[in-house]
């Protein structure tokens, strides 16, 4: 489980997240939304110690996150909205493996969850490819294959459809639902509601750095109408042309 309470994180005068409490259970799938500027990559950047909070504390399956932060990024995965900077091998393949890698797996285990995590993203047959030759676009897909191949107990995604063509955008749903399924926890950070309501147990909307909604949409084909029309006013619709 993680669970923040009464987190504040700010930066300078800026206060981007404002004592928000907010418990993720394990194989529970989160949809976090909210409009730019939100609070939203602030807060979850704290789930696994990349953002420390000024108030309030973390824990990941009841361990503090400050001090615990190699246990912290084992259970929770994140991939990032800009990728750029998290890539730590020359190829496809080595970078998506090293992760594994520092797990300490075999190599046949390693072999199986980068084929498997380069598929999910479209990536497959591709491990030998340059990451510097490739389109931003395909990088966002190595970066998610890293964070799949890892297995975490938790999944962080953060904007993890920008810049996805729309058959990469269906294989990653395709992904996480089935991830989930099969006990994941996820949390999908988004502006893009209507991208991951189908998929999601729960939508929690940030507003100004605080809790402004929290929706069960388990098990609904479309949500109750009063939380859609909430998640109109808070700037994030469910459908892009509200
Ligand atoms: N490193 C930083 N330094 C200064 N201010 C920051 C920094 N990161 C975020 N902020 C500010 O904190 C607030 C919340 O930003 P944050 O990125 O957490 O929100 P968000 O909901 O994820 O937004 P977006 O969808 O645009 O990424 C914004 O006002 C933002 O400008």
Not at 122 to 136: H, N
Not at 170 to 195: F, Q
Request: hydrophobic share 45%; charged share 25%; aromatic share 2%.
């Amino acid at each position: 489980m993680i669970e923040a309470r009464n987190v504040t994180v700010s930066y300078d005068d800026v206060v981007a997240v404002d004592g928000v409490t907010l418990r993720v259970s394990d194989g529970e799938f989160l949809a976090l939304v909210g409009a730019n500027g939100s609070g939203k990559t602030s807060l979850v950047r704290t789930f696994n110690g990349l953002v420390a909070p000024h108030e309030g504390e973390v824990r990941v399956d009841d361990l503090d996150v400050g001090s615990n932060p190699v246990a912290a990024r084992t259970a929770v995965g994140m991939v990032f909205q800009d990728p750029r900077d998290c890539f730590v091998a020359a190829t496809v393949g080595d970078d998506v493996a090293f992760g594994p890698e520092n797990l300490g797996l075999p190599r046949p285990e390693i072999r199986d969850r980068v084929e498997s995590a380069l598929a999910a993203v479209r990536m497959d047959g591709r491990e030998a490819e340059r990451i510097d030759a490739l389109s931003g676009g395909e990088r966002a897909r190595v970066a998610i294959a890293g964070a799949l191949a890892m297995e975490p107990a938790h999944l962080v995604l953060d904007e993890p459809f920008a810049g996805l063509d729309a058959p990469t955008r269906e294989t990653v749903r395709d992904r996480l639902r089935a991830l989930h399924r099969d006990g994941t926890g996820v949390v999908v950070v988004t502006h893009e509601v209507g991208s991951v309501i189908e998929l999601a147990d729960r939508v929690v909307a940030l507003a100004d750095g605080e809790i402004a909604l929290e929706a069960d949409v388990s098990g609904d084909a479309a949500p109750d109408p009063a939380v859609a029309d909430r998640l109109t006013a808070l700037g994030v619709p469910l459908h892009e042309h509200e």
